[in-house]
């Protein structure tokens, strides 16, 4: 207990604490987690996705569906983390390998535990989670809180425990729980997934066995005023899809709430489209960018063996995969300098485009600008808009995506013309 004048403890605690999301710190995933993602979906609703769920998969309509669906199976992720770990995913810490929809049944067995499909599985789970952490992988699998999950199968519903008792004797460390069919459920939105959150302390608690927790919650808007205090990650949007107008209205959303993200908590823009769709390889720039520096989760949602190496240079550079997973500074970077419109605005359509924030330490500043017009532009900006850069210093610059320094800036930093779409990214370092 302490005092300093005019201020009490409690006050300053108060404080200090006000800008810190209290997060359910179970030890894991201090930094957001990296890795793969089996199931992707790219349609604008979960109406149409549970539709075309239970209708007739497509194969011409990649650019709706992303890659896997529910054509999932052991061999497929056996050798997905085969070459992810032959092209240099795995150092470069994309370490979870996640199995999403489609791996179960639609029944219990009669004493309550759930049905791993063997036509799909047929080694059984223990088996496959062995073979990925052989190759230094971790292991996610996907559930769902309500009755059925969205493709139909098993939902957990008043079986959480006996589920979350089995992912970990299957050896698993990272679960996704999902939110279709919960009508029946008459909580709070927090209070559904806190019975997952419930399961999960209980049985770190008999196991020793934490789980990483990421929970989708779309459309209702208010996960993250929860999430920090239930999982390790919460959706703040509806699914993403592999086109450009998604990733501005995700990334319009993320713009507003940097604040409730940080360690063991963070803000989920959803999965990578890299690789999918119609993204420029500008567009798949901007999107790495934008969600790594945002600190979402990073996980790859494309069929790793069809990546261009244009693609691959971009999900595995360096230097932006390291302010994500910063071990010192847990916030994100936030907007400081709205650009093109006045500051604050909420515009789906052209979201916020000058960000900043610590890295490290508070004498390094990463800086991201993204170009939503539809024209070349000249970057200028004055260094004392961003409240992470102090006008009385001259910083040494270094651009991310060029890998080079470039550079001093003092009062104003200036950068040759950026493409349409296209991103800049960069270290400021106090000289
Ligand atoms: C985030 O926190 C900072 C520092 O406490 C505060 O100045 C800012 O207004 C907050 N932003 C939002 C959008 O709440
Ligand atoms: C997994 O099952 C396959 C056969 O399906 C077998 O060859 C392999 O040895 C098993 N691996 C482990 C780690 O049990
Ligand atoms: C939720 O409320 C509805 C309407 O009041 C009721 O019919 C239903 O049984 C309730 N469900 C649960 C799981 O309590
Ligand atoms: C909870 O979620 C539903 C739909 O998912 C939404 O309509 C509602 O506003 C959310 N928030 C609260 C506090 O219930
Ligand atoms: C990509 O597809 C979307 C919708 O499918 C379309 O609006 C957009 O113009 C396309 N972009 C490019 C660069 O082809
Ligand atoms: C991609 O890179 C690999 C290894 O660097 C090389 O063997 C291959 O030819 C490249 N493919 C293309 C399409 O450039
Ligand atoms: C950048 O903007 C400042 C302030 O408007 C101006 O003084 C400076 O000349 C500009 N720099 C370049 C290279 O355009």
Known sequence: MFNLPGITYSALQALLLANVATAWNNGVAKVPPMGFNTYVISLASRLSRVKLMCGVISSSSSSRWNRFACNINEQLIRDTATQMKNLGFLVAGYQYINIDDCWLTASRTSDGHLIVDSSKFPSGMNNLTSFLHGLGFKAGIYEDLGTKTCAGFAG??????????????????????????????????????????????????????????????????????????????W?????????????????????????????????????????????????????????????????????????????????????IIAINQD??????????????????????????????????????????????????????????????LKADKTYAVRDLWQHKDIGTASKFFFSGSIAPHDVRAYIFTEM
Request: aromatic share 14%; glycine share 8%; net charge negative.
């Open 327 to 388: 071990t010192a500074i847990g916030e994100p970077l936030k907007p400081f300098f709205w650009g093109k419109n006045p500051d604050g605005t909420n515009d789906p359509t052209f979201p916020a485009q000058y960000w900043s924030g610590y890295y490290k330490d508070t004498h390094h500043t990463a800086i991201m600008y993204i170009n939503f017009n539809e024209v070349t532009v000249d970057l200028n900006f004055t260094l004392s808009h961003s409240p992470h």
């Open 235 to 319: 959706r703040i949007y509806d699914d993403i899809q592999a086109n450009w107008g998604r990733i501005k209205q995700i990334l319009n959303q993320a713009s507003f709430i940097g604040n409730y993200s940080n360690f063991y908590g963070h803000n989920d823009l959803d999965m990578l489209e890299n690789g999918n769709g119609n993204l420029t390889l500008a567009e798949q720039r901007s999107h790495f960018t934008a969600w790594a520096l945002a600190k979402s989760p990073l996980l790859v949602g494309t069929d790793v063996s069809k990546l261009s190496n244009d693609s691959i240079q971009i999900l595995l550079n360096p230097e």
């Open 156 to 233: 957990s519903l008043g079986h959480e425990l006996t589920d979350a008792r089995d992912f970990v004797a299957w050896g698993f460390d990272y679960t996704k729980i999902d939110n279709c069919n919960s009508g029946s459920y008459n909580g709070t939105n927090a209070s559904r997934f806190q019975r997952w959150t419930n399961a999960l302390t209980q049985v770190k608690a008999e196991t020793g066995k934490s789980l990483v927790y990421t929970l989708v919650e779309w459309n209702s808007f208010d996960a993250w005023t929860w999430g920090p205090n239930t999982a390790n990650a």
